[in-house]
């Protein structure tokens, strides 16, 4: 039997595997349905991956995000993201990649009215809005003094908010969103007779547990997923080492190991073009 490595499900490398390669669509439409039927909105019936899971590509990438991004045959944008790591600025992060995304639609010389909703749903494992008391909220533009008005449909951005998913085991889970929740913080610990049942009556959460143990019996992607561990902790000492050695000098010696600008930028706080004329 194959020795298997321990492996966070929520490490972004695994999840980008899990949610984003071509095999596994039918994985990602379940989960994207989940989110989406709590709050009312159309489900995905077909997509299509923006970004497959490339594993050579993954490997040479020094991106500080590996999101999933996929278009569904709505024409909706969809963009995924896994963070562990408390972050105070994340709601002002998923506004900017959402911009990005919207934006990113565009060619020039293309007119508005090609845009197409953008959708970001962001899968974390920490508290970002202590004062809602659900763990899935889902903004959009509306009114200040009619807030059932709402500007656009273009915009939609959920949070998912592990630690106030409050699960007493299986009996807890109402909907399949409870059910993906309790997978994600619930496996590859040891096996027990609720995730036995949570994977008897789901097919998809079924299928993503083959994949996980697939996934850490593989010494190649667990080296891959323990290497991106490492770069991580890496980028974090870099945003430690900024606040004490000052900005410009932290970005120069990024520049020399090879971080990408957008990394760069985010960690220092520096702009783009401030980076470039270093």
């Known amino acids: 039997m194959d020795k298997v490595r321990p492996l966070n499900p929520m490490a972004d490398i695994f999840v980008r595997y899990l949610l984003g390669s071509e095999e596994n669509t039918d994985i990602l439409i379940d ?44 024409n909706r944008w969809i963009n995924i993201e896994i963070q562990i790591a408390p972050d105070a600025s994340y709601a002002n992060r998923s506004l900017y990649y959402w911009a990005k995304s919207y934006a990113g639609q565009l060619k020039t010389g293309d007119a508005y ?117 490492k770069w991580q902790r890496d980028v974090d000492t870099r945003l430690k080492s900024a606040k004490k050695e000052g900005k410009k000098e932290a970005a120069r010696k990024m520049i020399d190991e090879g971080f990408e600008i957008e990394v760069i930028a985010r960690i220092t706080g520096l702009s783009e073009e401030e980076i470039r004329d270093l």
């Open 113 to 229: 009215g090609n845009l197409n909703p953008a959708v970001c749903i962001n899968l974390m494992d920490f508290e970002i809005f202590p004062q809602l008391p659900g763990y899935h909220s889902c903004f959009q533009i509306t009114e200040v003094d009619a807030p059932e008005y709402v500007l656009s449909e273009h915009l939609q951005i959920h949070f998912i908010e592990l630690p106030k998913n409050q699960l007493d085991g299986i009996r807890s889970v109402k909907n399949q969103l409870d059910a993906w929740c309790y997978y994600f913080e619930n496996e590859g610990s040891k096996e027990d007779n609720d995730m036995t049942v949570l994977l008897k009556d789901n097919p998809a959460i079924q299928k993503a547990h083959k994949i996980y143990h697939n996934f850490t019996a593989n010494d190649e992607l667990m080296d891959m997923a323990e290497a991106r561990e």
């Open 31 to 74: 989960f994207i349905n989940a989110v989406f039927s709590q709050k009312g909105h159309d489900l995905v019936v077909e997509i299509q991956l923006l970004n497959p899971f490339n594993l050579r590509t993954i490997r040479e990438s020094k991106e500080s995000i590996l999101d999933v991004k996929a278009k569904d045959s709505k």
